[in-house]
């Protein structure tokens, strides 16, 4: 579903969508011009690079503008996406900690960041006034959940510390 978002924003959502269940999906090599935001939510695949990396459910994939993308399916899988421009995505992406050379995070809050990522791919089908401002507000909400992730692991790891010194 791709969509033309003429809200004034920083931010344009340039397309979402989602596979269900899709057996033998590889991806790429493919190298994009914005960021492509990607939650495994069921089965496997092996994420090429500089390193092999196993992406599995609850983790989020950001592919960078730029960068050579390829990555092929292990197991029948299910995956939402949504591709991203602008200059407050490149910033979150940065304070998040999401970088080319480690870009996926496991999402420890996936039950919120999956609803938004649905509620975004439902609304992204109207072309409304009203729905174009509610995408904007979905991509607000879905960062910060990833800074709410970030936090609570942040807690969690300094509480692990303080009792290892113990």
């Not at 004034?8 to 011009?33: V, W």
């Not at 092929?72 to 899988?77: D, G, H, L, S, V």
Request: proline share 3%; glycine share 6%; hydrophobic share 35%.
């Amino acid at each position: 579903i791709k969509t033309d978002l003429s809200c004034k924003s920083d931010i344009q959502i340039l397309y979402c969508g989602k596979r269900i269940n899709t057996k033998n999906h590889i991806y790429g090599p493919e190298k994009r011009n914005h960021y492509l935001l990607v939650l495994v939510n069921e089965g496997e695949a092996v994420l090429y690079g500089e390193k092999e990396q196993i992406l599995k459910p609850h983790d989020l994939l950001v592919m960078h503008p730029g960068e050579t993308i390829c990555y092929k399916a292990k197991t029948p899988w299910s995956i939402q996406w949504v591709g991203l421009n602008g200059d407050i995505i490149c910033e979150y992406i940065e304070k998040l900690g999401i970088k080319k050379s480690n870009p996926v995070i496991h999402v420890g809050l996936y039950n919120e960041v999956e609803f938004i990522m649905d509620k975004l791919y439902r609304t992204v089908k109207n072309n409304t006034s009203s729905s174009k401002i509610w995408q904007l507000g979905l991509i607000f909400n879905l960062f910060a959940v990833l800074f709410e992730c970030n936090e609570l692991k942040a807690g969690q790891d300094y509480v692990k510390h303080v009792v290892e010194k113990i």
